[in-house]
DNA sequence: CATATTCGGTCAAAGGTCCC
DNA sequence: AGGGACCTTTGACCGAATAT
């Protein structure tokens, strides 16, 4: 504990690429204090921005200033540097819940090392080397910070009332069976329930319009069905659809209820046994909408960083329960598989002319496709552009590509006024 | 954590005015006294003016230095810890005016510890007991069944040296561009690889053994992946493959070096930002491999506690450094999504009839695969079956895929017979 | 060139260990 | 069932290098 000195600093965060982005990343504190600490924990939301420079965000003594990354007193800086550099490895000798504050740090180092690494301190930052922060900033980009608030008041906005207010075993019996044109019907609600929700995300309506679109676009057909799987928790047998259809798992043509089985036994079932809570429902949809790769992004490393944001956020509502972060993550990749097919099923009905099919759902969720499927999760646009020089037989997708849709466009407008 | 730096440096005679002292002081019935003033106590001993620095001012041993507030031997430092701490209350049984020397500084403990205090030593000096510093360090901190140790042995034991070899700018360009037959080649040597990195888990040789097929033969693309990006983690416009050849970003085949170029983006630069370490590439490996949905598994739930286990130990390689282990998890989507498009490519290819594709990539690779692309992810084996009941067009599908390969099988049952 | 920040290092004084 | 010789860890304070 230090007695002279006070810092206040404002923190603002630049940007460069890569590798000091990455670094860069790790550094912004994350507002709530999840664990320990709940006097912190409730004045932090809002009411002292100082507190995270003059506390130390490990043991809440007061803090000499950032030390390998986080705001930390004198012991907790001098305690990672010994712990790395020595290559201490501890043992929690209880739950590895130990409560780590100025009283207790020393009970148990274990916990205390993990906290460390929990409040933003790195490993490369200690040692010989001297860690140059921000040699050099890109466009001065200040990047915004998710809260769950703003993440649940998103969700809330796109809640739909029947859905929700129909009884379990109940109505269900009493919906009636999809037919395609009822599936294309209840696609288009949620798309511009999609759209919707994430104009009540600042950060995104902050985004170049171009990239707004782009991250629209890209993951549309996820977002699509992981909002299935989560409206179809209570259901054993069938999806339940926004327009309060139903999709069964036998009985509707083959193609859909293919994808509705896979959604049931891949998403639905493993989301039912975590028992997904709201928050970590809307952490884990915005970790989906800010994919960073596969786009033809002009600020990849903005969306990156509100990625990075939106599963830190998703850690915390966990709450630390063990394995369950990773469990949610995990149910990404079968929601790209599924919504692959489930794209590569509209395009096969679209080619056999089965149905007729929306503008807008042409755009968002066939506008990238190809016969090849670079659709759910492209590469670059410029090396699809530049291959697509070279390829005849997809230049036609090439303006697709390149071409910014009007209605979509129009929609973002009126997004990005309500927020300007 | 200090209070001010005077009062245990410079003076223990400060004791007066310190209140908590004088409460000490109560806690043990003061009488009347000889020696009354420490100062006087230290002095009378030996008449030596810094005796107070090289004597203990208890019992007069050689001092080891100020201990709670005062100069004194280890023995009377760890006495007085020991009282403060096990909240110890003695009696004399004399007239507590039993003399306190080295040579009978045991014979009352009442006495020593009243002494203790005259001498300045503080109960508030004396912590709250400290985590064990056991010299016999447990770490290994194995997490069910799977070992970080038996994920690491696995790993080394397909480590190529030759491509570890080659240092980075020097031998790089000597590298022969690779042809598609190369490539070819390349990936029955990685898939080959794979499977003797299986044989490695026990865990996985356990397994049925139509599930240890499975297992190989679904995520078989994203292990070529996975491998490729990590041994390209020190180029920055090439990808490196087993067999020393490399595929650069531009001037190979148009198809091959899209797939080329995406990994780079999508997967090299992400883990060479996180500057991925050894252990965890080993997690994460395991954690692609025991994909417990998408298959036809006889005992998904094995798999999926496999899966559990193996991102817990990943969870544990990263050290808890914040954000850290969604970062590597969020890999997994893009990963997918470019094994997945490398297996297009290929079927591509084999459509053209550009390449003689030998019968093991034949079966790994694109064994599952169908035109609508089942293959990287399938659903169900059974619903499958079942709706190619009502769809003949893939009905050569399903013998495909409830055929289990000799060649495969005949590898998996030496491998089985390794372990048993 | 001054100031603020954040590295690395130091060492008194805490801690713990373990034979006696 | 402590005592105490011996070792490790902690953290307040310092100087140095760097960005501002």
Partial sequence: MKLTGTILKLEYTHYSTDREHLNNMMLIPLQTDTTDSPASAAASSLSQPDGSRTLCSICADRATGKHYGASSCDGCKGFFRRSIRN????????????????????????????????????????????????????????????????????????????????PRSHDINAKKTACVGDVFESMKQQLLLLVEWAKHIPEFCSLPIDDRVTLLRTHSAEHLILGAARRSLPCDNLILLGNDFVIPMSGAEVEVSRVAFRIQEELVKPLRDLDITDQEFACLRTTVFFAPDCLGLESPQVVRHLRFQAHLLLEEATC???????????????????????????????????????????????????????????????????????????????????HVSTSLANTLSAAHTDWH
């Fill in 87 to 166: 290559n201490h490895s501890y043992s929690c000798r209880f739950n590895r819940k130990c409560i780590v504050d100025k009283d207790k740090r020393n009970q148990c180092r274990y916990c205390r090392l993990r906290k460390c690494f929990k409040a933003g301190m790195r490993k490369e930052a200690v040692q010989n080397e001297r860690d140059c922060t921000n040699t050099h900033r890109a466009k001065g980009q200040t990047v915004g910070t998710l809260s769950i608030s703003v993440l649940l008041q998103a969700e809330a906005s796109v809640q739909q009332i029947p859905a929700l207010l129909s």
């Fill in 320 to 402: 630390e329960q063990r394995g369950r972060f990773g469990e949610l993550l995990l149910i990404l990749p079968p929601l790209q598989s599924v919504a692959w097919q489930m794209v590569e099923t509209l395009h096969l009905a679209k080619l056999l002319g089965e149905a007729r099919m929306d503008s807008l759902l042409l755009e968002m969720l066939l506008g990238e496709g190809t016969k090849t499927g670079d659709g759910l999760c492209s590469g670059n646009d410029q090396t699809q552009e530049q291959h697509n020089d070279q390829r005849a037989s997809s230049s036609n997708l090439t303006s697709v590509i390149s």
